[in-house]
């Protein structure tokens, strides 16, 4: 067994709160800069879904020093990559490049971290609504099956949860966006202690810690920053949810959705693995008996996305072969999730899920970029970033019975969503394909981005 | 909230640093008996290693009635060997913690492994199993090609996937394999079994034309050893046929426009093009630089007008896709439905800016510097080291082409991009649309583009105010599908990963 190199890194934070965490790594000639805001989708109020991620749109219109799409001009021309992305619980941005330029992103995230305000105007607001509008359209509006995820996370989470609402937001809500509105959320929630600046590669600390200083060490911290109210939510849906959709789908397709373990939870790992053991490539239980061996169904997945106000979620699907029945599908799925809620996992299949989860791990973790996004996101939800040394060992002690035990709390019929895709079709032919009164379906290419976070640029 | 504390940013913009020697890692080569290519890459650090075999049969090597054979081989190598049945194998790869995945593209098949260094050699005997053994199980064969066709019918749903195949399926002649897409299409996808598979395998199972390379932290690991008792017995008796040469024609004579009519779209898929270059080509840096300046950076020029300027859409981008034979050059964009003839309007206008007046030197230097500067950050880890080894190999370029890439890239000017953008044509492109034609018919005839062919349903056409509708433009009757996924990450990507901005 291999053993996976420690990241050592250092934690402190300025003066006004913004906390810096440095990963020195020689290896190549690259810098990853990394920073995230404690601020995501959940933050949203009714009116005003879509509302993080459009302004994470509006932080690369420029700010007191830097023009309208400047900062993609600095750090291309710089030999650099860079992004932003938001999800539920956070939004991040972040840079890679060449390490002799590492002090470029630092003075890019400050001038904007800062400023904002000073660059934003109406026509900037506007031209980013559009360009987000469309974002909508080609993730999810436009793409068979797309509808999906919406419906999924609405149906787990109840409609006075912040969790309801997806972070792409709905069109109208897009569309009343003010910039009173980018205003008073730039104020409440961009402020230097709320996030957290990752650097990790080919720097000296000495250098970062200066330039940190220098370029974020002026930008007042906000004092008030409100916090979210008590998420929970009961660990079971307490019913079973069902819902057929009529698409432009040529295979009907059944999603299943349950409520899991809030992220930080051991019993998520458990879930994990349950997930790699179910659906995780061409080894696993359920592509072994649907696909291959009774060759009901074109493609199937499950996987669990962590959050961490009050619940996470676990959802897959499977899309049917031609002329398969929904209800036998929809029977063998619910068949294996209830198998592994009431016999433990074999040593073998339990060692075969973590050596994968081992190279899985070495992968990730073998990249700067993906270092500093890891310390960035156990640093804001966690206060924790060591958990980038802890989370491979946690896993790897998961045991088959933990397993079990966590499908036997989770996959329950009165904690499942179904949604069944069927494709659209004159009212007779229908009927012959319906096998119960319910019936909905989604995508596959479509179903993994939607179940991505929201990033400024495809 | 008014009060808000006034914050001290800093105006000065910083200045780079000293900038940390970069070159492209160090190749060792040696050749086996047998005439196979092995190429080792020895990555200090990297202890997840990457081990790909290249053999150099493709899609595109394909007769015309056997669309789609060698990437459903492909995939069917891990269906079964001589020694295990596809579980069997399956299983004894996960316990290395190891995936053994199969793919080819239009020029190459691969076979490759991304293990932990310290069981390297137990994961590349199951490659060598896989590689030099495959059974071609019949029931997994059928299992395989009707998945395929299943997913020719989501294809049909999908509109990226559907222009892509219109517009292939539109700009080169009929004799052209990159008419179809290289996972086949229907006709021929439905007559495949293990015989045609079969054939299409061995047509690359020639050592004297293959290559192992393998990179990452190989201290105290005799790959050469290891290759040798894995593979010195792979004789030319498995036998291989020569590479004919690929036809490429276009089939693109006055520009038109053909739309599959998708009513209730929300967007427009729109793609540009016509037949472009071939990978191996005097200009390729230039092109490359011409590429990142009109649709490659961020702030390409298609970027800028269409998304940054209009809000027409979350990204526009155009490039060409270098094969071995001429693959196509298209501009691409989704756009809201209501400005689909607008955006249209502004591609062509962009096209025909960077073919006719030479761009700005800061333009030239903010792709160059891009270019140059990104070079190390996408050979961080073995991987892409070992893809774009691979790439040379498909396309016989010499090792010392990513080494001398960047001073190539340094050297093109503002002269050369021209030149290079004169590959572009603009009145002998195919403008291809999926989307709700009842929403901007009018508004298209009116914009006087070119000839207009409209398909309504499968097969059915209406036919525009202009008749000149070519012979080629006949109805894709078995309805598009988008390349597979296999078929889209191949060779062909990994051949010019350094090569193309994202």
């Known amino acids: ?458 | 909230m008014s009060d808000t504390p006034v914050a001290r940013v800093v105006a000065e913009r910083p200045t780079p640093g000293t900038p940390r020697p970069y070159e492209f890692p160090a190749v060792a080569r040696t050749r086996l008996a047998n005439g196979l290519s092995l190429a080792v890459i020895h990555l200090p650090g990297r202890h997840l290693v990457s081990g790909t075999l290249v053999l150099r049969n493709g899609a595109a090597d394909e007769p015309d009635g056997e669309g789609g054979a060698t990437v459903l081989a492909a995939r069917a190598l891990t269906e079964g060997t001589e020694r295990f049945d596809a579980i069997a194998l399956v299983e004894a790869s996960e316990r290395l913690g190891a995936s053994i995945h199969a793919e080819a593209g239009w020029d190459a098949m691969s076979i490759g492994v991304d293990v932990p260094a310290t069981r390297l050699e137990p994961a590349l005997e199951l490659l060598a199993e896989v590689a030099l053994h495959p059974t071609f199980p019949e029931a997994e064969v059928d299992r395989l090609r009707d998945e395929r066709l299943n997913d020719l019918l989501q294809a049909e749903a999908d509109p990226r996937r559907r222009a892509d195949e219109v517009f292939a399926a539109t700009i080169y002649t009929g004799g052209s394999p990159y008419r179809r897409p290289s996972g086949g299409l229907k006709p021929t996808v439905e007559r495949l079994d293990a015989a045609r598979l079969r054939a299409a395998y061995q047509r690359g199972l020639d050592p004297a034309r293959a290559s192992l390379i393998v990179g990452g932290d190989l201290t105290g690991i005799d790959v050469a050893g290891i290759t040798e008792r894995l593979f010195g017995s792979w004789g030319a008796a498995y036998g291989a046929g020569p590479t004919g040469s690929i036809v490429a024609e276009s089939a693109v004579r006055d520009r038109f426009v053909r739309v599959v009519h998708r009513p209730g779209s929300v967007q427009t898929e729109i793609r540009i093009g016509h037949v472009g270059l071939p990978r191996r080509i005097n200009d390729f840096h230039a092109l490359s630089v011409m590429g990142a300046i009109l649709g490659g950076l961020f702030n390409s020029r298609l970027n800028t007008k269409l998304r940054e300027e209009k809000g027409y859409t979350y990204g526009a981008g155009a490039g060409f896709d270098l094969r071995r034979a001429a693959g196509p050059f298209a501009a691409r964009a989704a756009v809201n439905t209501e400005v689909t003839v607008p955006a249209i309007v502004d591609l062509l206008a962009e096209l025909d800016r960077i073919r006719t007046a030479p761009v700005d030197a800061a333009e030239l230097k903010a792709a160059r510097d891009y270019l140059v500067g990104v070079f190390p950050l996408r050979f961080e880890t073995p991987g892409p080291v070992v893809g774009a080894l691979a790439g040379l190999a498909v396309h016989d370029l010499p090792d010392d082409e990513l080494t001398r890439y960047r001073p190539a890239i340094e050297g093109v000017t503002i002269e050369a991009v021209l030149a290079a953008a004169g590959h572009i044509r603009t009145d002998q492109a195919a403008i291809v649309l999926v989307g709700d034609a009842d929403a901007f018919g009018a508004e298209l005839e009116a914009a006087g583009f070119g000839p207009i062919v409209i398909e309504r349903d499968h097969g059915a056409q209406d036919e525009g105010r202009a008749t000149a509708v070519q012979n080629d433009l006949e109805p894709v009757d078995e309805g598009p599908a988008g390349p597979t996924e296999g078929a889209e990450s191949g060779e062909a990507s990994t051949a010019d990963a350094a090569l193309t901005p994202d």
Not at chain 1, 51 to 79: D, I, P, T, Y
Not at chain 1, 288 to 302: F, M, N, P, Y
Not at chain 1, 327 to 355: K, M, N
């Open chain 1, 1 to 458: 067994m291999p053993s996976l190199p420690t990241v050592s890194f250092t934690d402190e934070r300025l003066a006004n709160g913004l906390r810096l965490i440095i990963a020195v790594d020689r290896l190549a000639p690259v810098a990853a800069v990394n920073l995230w805001y404690d601020v995501g989708s959940k933050h949203e109020v009714e009116g005003k879904t879509g509302f993080a991620h459009l302004f994470e749109h509006v932080m690369f219109q420029g700010s007191r020093n830097v023009g309208k799409a400047e900062h993609m001009a600095l750090v291309q021309g710089a030999g650099g990559t860079m992004n932003g992305s938001t999800w539920l619980d956070r939004t991040n941005y972040y840079e890679t490049l060449p390490s002799h330029q590492a002090e470029l992103a630092l003075w890019l995230e400050a001038d904007r971290m800062g400023t904002l305000l000073d660059a934003l105007n109406q026509e900037n607001l506007d031209n980013q609504r559009e360009v987000v509008k469309n974002e909508k359209r080609w993730s999810y509006d436009n793409r068979p099956y797309g509808s999906w995820y919406e419906k999924m996370q609405g149906h787990l989470f109840p409609a006075d949860h912040p969790y309801h609402h997806v972070t792409i937001g709905s069109m109208a809500d897009l569309d009343a966006a003010s910039i009173d509105d980018v205003s008073a959320f730039f104020r409440t929630y961009y402020a230097p202690n709320n996030a957290v600046l990752s650097v990790v590669g080919d720097v000296d600390p000495d250098d970062i810690r200066r330039w940190t200083e220098r370029y974020f060490g002026g930008i007042p911290a906000n004092p008030d920053i409100p916090h979210l109210g008590d998420l929970s939510v009961p660990a079971l849906l307490g019913g079973e949810v069902r819902e057929t959709v009529y698409d432009k789908v040529p295979l009907p397709r059944v999603y299943v959705g349950f409520r899991a373990p809030k992220f930080g939870d051991d019993r998520l790992d458990a879930l994990d693995i349950a997930a790699q053991v179910l659906a995780g490539g061409k080894g696993s239980r359920l592509h072994r008996r649907l696909v291959r061996d009774e060759r009901i169904a074109q493609d199937v997945a499950l996987v669990a996305l962590g959050f961490v106000g009050g619940a996470s979620i676990c959802v897959g699907w499977a899309t049917l072969r031609p002329g398969v029945a929904v209800d036998q599908v929809e029977a063998t799925l619910h068949e294996e999730l209830d198998r592994l809620a009431r016999e433990p996992i074999s040593d073998d299949e339990l060692a075969r899920a973590r050596a994968l989860i081992e190279t899985e791990e070495l992968g990730g973790l073998s990249r700067v970029e993906e270092r500093a996004d890891r310390l960035s996101m156990y640093a804001t939800l966690f206060d924790d970033p060591d958990l980038i040394n802890r989370m491979l060992p946690r896993y790897l002690s998961v045991t088959a019975e933990q397993i079990r035990d966590v499908a036997a709390a989770t996959f329950r019929a009165d904690n499942r969503v179904v949604l069944t895709y069927l494709p659209e079709l004159p009212p007779a032919d229908t009927a012959a394909l319906r096998t119960d009164e319910d019936a909905t379906s989604p995508d596959a290419a479509g179903a993994d981005d939607a179940a991505e976070d929201e990033e400024v640029a495809a």
